[in-house]
T-cell receptor
Framework: KQEVTQIPAALSVPEGENLVLNCSFT??????LQWFRQDPGKGLTSLLL?????REQTSGRLNASLDKSSGRSTLYIAASQPGDSATYLC??????????FGKGITLSVRP | DAGVIQSPRHEVTEMGQEVTLRCKPI?????LFWYRQTMMRGLELLIY????????DSGMPEDRFSAKMPNASFSTLKIQPSEPRDSAVYFC?????????FGPGTRLTVT
């Protein structure tokens, strides 16, 4: 059974700092990996999707990497802003399209 | 496109009552997913459909839960009878070629 872990559960950084959020998964036979953002009381917004054959994806100040063999992914946020404060969830998909989610990292960016 | 639409946004009901949650996926998407989110367990997949056909309902917690997708633009998740432990946020998501797009969720409170 696939398990996804995100540690730490919460992170607080000053504005402007570059930061890395980590995600690990137990079964490397994945189809893709997605990073989502969730604001309080809202649904999830897809940030980046990395196919199993890819190593990284970039969107603006966000860069996600995937190392399937070691079961790890990172989400890099450059020049963090208070508006980046949210919960970031990592999810891995098997070939059956089912997503298994981590519990998320709650990020607070202090002005 | 309006995105994934869920109704109601909030539902408060008494134990033993029937609850029906509704979802309209994004037009053209061929997968539809129902999730439940709680603080304790995080995001859990309940059931998903492909081209209106239920593919995997192994996440449905009990026979009190049922889901239908009568056509490509509508799905329901029904709980009968509801119990206090069913209190959670229920999300619907739809996808095409991997990216899952989430609705805003229905916050269910069973007293």
């Amino acid at each position: 059974k696939q398990e996804v872990t995100q540690i730490p559960a919460a992170l607080s950084v000053p504005e402007g700092e570059n930061l890395v959020l980590n995600c690990s998964f137990t079964d490397s036979a994945i189809y893709n990996l997605q990073w989502f953002r969730q604001d309080p009381g809202k649904g999830l917004t897809s940030l980046l999707l990395i196919q199993s054959s890819q190593r990284e994806q970039t969107s603006g100040r966000l860069n996600a990497s995937l190392d399937k063999s070691s079961g790890r992914s990172t989400l890099y946020i450059a020049a963090s802003q208070p508006g980046d404060s949210a919960t970031y969830l990592c999810a891995v998909a098997g070939a059956n399209s089912k997503l298994t989610f981590g519990k998320g990292i709650t990020l607070s960016v202090r002005p | 496109d309006a995105g994934v639409i869920q109704s109601p946004r909030h539902e408060v009901t008494e134990m033993g009552q029937e609850v029906t949650l509704r979802c309209k996926p994004i037009s053209g998407h061929d997968y539809l997913f129902w999730y439940r989110q709680t603080m304790m367990r995080g995001l859990e997949l309940l059931i998903y459909f492909n081209n209106n056909v239920p593919i995997d309902d192994s996440g449905m917690p009990e026979d009190r839960f049922s889901a239908k997708m009568p056509n490509a633009s509508f799905s329901t998740l029904k709980i009968q009878p509801s119990e206090p432990r069913d209190s959670a946020v229920y999300f619907c998501a739809s996808s095409l070629i991997g990216h899952q797009y989430f609705g805003p969720g229905t916050r269910l409170t069973v007293t």
